[in-house]
């Protein structure tokens, strides 16, 4: 038998009990492997958040239940022996080809079928090829049944496919991560597709004013100028394009959206180029996306948040950082901060700077005197809250923050960042943890840091007040978006929170838009 050429569930069953303890990576595919395959089995082999080196298993199977009457099932380049010889170079350890019958031994009719949410189908593809997500989503479950892998490899090429697949396996609880990689294009910018095949030389050549199109599009939202849906429309055409759908849906709910009103959504079409069908896409964005990190203190948002821009390769802003600044600047200069008229006049000759040396130390910086170690004194610790509370304080720091993050790539950190400061962030999370892990977590600092430590429960008290002010003040208080993720680190390593924070990261943010330098 080959171990690495699988064709019933026993060869699989036997290659899953070999080395047990890799896992395992999955990549499922309806075969004829093109360049974009080879990319999602190289992410899958060196994903490097994987401590061990996983197996990665390429299944192949074409998939009678995503195509409808009339659609191209028979005619689907089939070449196995060629997708073989392919997988195995990019990086696979085995495939998978199971028969119709391997999957449904009883037959069609004895077997669940799943309902891909309408919600989800009604626009684009889903609009035009009816039971195509049904089809799609029943055989990703079965596979994922039979192979049950650690992580499942999906192009964003099919993005309508990613969303709805995500979702399935969020909502049924499947125990596998799934993780995306960027479509991959040919040199000429056309997407790679097994269906490009169909297309003849002459037919290529009008095929790409699709991604050329799309292109340009993006390029014109970046700058903020107009983009005009009827125009491309009559280009497409022109250019023997017969149009199936061009629409603006958003990229997560994949509603429809007015692009302009909108600063980040999915521009995607499906174009009939002689007798192939052809679909591409291209996200339309103004800036670059928003990480906003709020919590409450002590909960490790600086920590984590630090080596999360680090890794994914943010601008890192640390908004605790400038309030802390500020209240060290106010103690300095000795100003009542209860007398407005004089905080108002003393933040005028205030000017701070902040930035993250690629040492991975921050500096602050208040009217040129570097003071990243006095802002952490427990005498700044003690007022800063209350400092933060006020109006003055708050409208020269937002504005001074909104500024830094105009252009996006971007994670900022504090209380009001998700509320206040980036209302319209692409992803937020709330950090937290319980005050009791926090003042343990606090007194750990303080002794790194040199300070005497007063006892835990003080120190819990101290939090708790914290908190209180912090959430009960008038002007932007500390409380979790309505759309933020929470995320509670209590008995979390840090490791872990990061690592966490990067796979919410990837499940918001699509790889086209902001690539991991970490795949
Ligand atoms: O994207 C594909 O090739 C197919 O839709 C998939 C995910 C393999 C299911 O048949």
Redo the contacts with the bound molecule.
Sequence with gaps: MNLTFLKTKSDLDNWRKQSKNQPIHFV???GCLHQGHKALIKAAKFSSREQKTARVLV?I?V?PF?FAKGEDFSAYPRNLEQDYKTAINAGASAIWAPEFETLFPKGKENYFTIKAPSSLKKCLCGAHRKNHFDG?AT??LRLLNFVRPKQLY??EK?WQ?LVILRQLVKELGLQVEVRSIPTVRDQDGLAFSSRNKYLTTEERAKALTLPKLLLQESIQFQSNKEINLKKLFSTLEKNDLNVEYLETVDYKSLTPVNYYKTKFCLLAAAVHCGKTRLIDHIFLMNRKPIVAIDGPAGAGKSTVTKAFAKKMGLIYLDTGAMYRAVTWFIQKENINPDNEKELEKALKNLNIDIHLADSGIQHVIVNGKEISNEIRHPKVTATVSKIASKAVVREKLTAQQKFIGLKGGIVAEGRDIGTTVFPDAELKVFLTASSGERARRRANDLINQGFSVPNLQELENEIQERDKIDSTREIAPLVQAEDAKELVTDGMAIDQVIETLIRIFREEIPEEVWPSNEL
């Design positions: 499922p595919t309806m299944s199977f998939n995503q799609v055989i990703v999906l192009g099919d496919q």
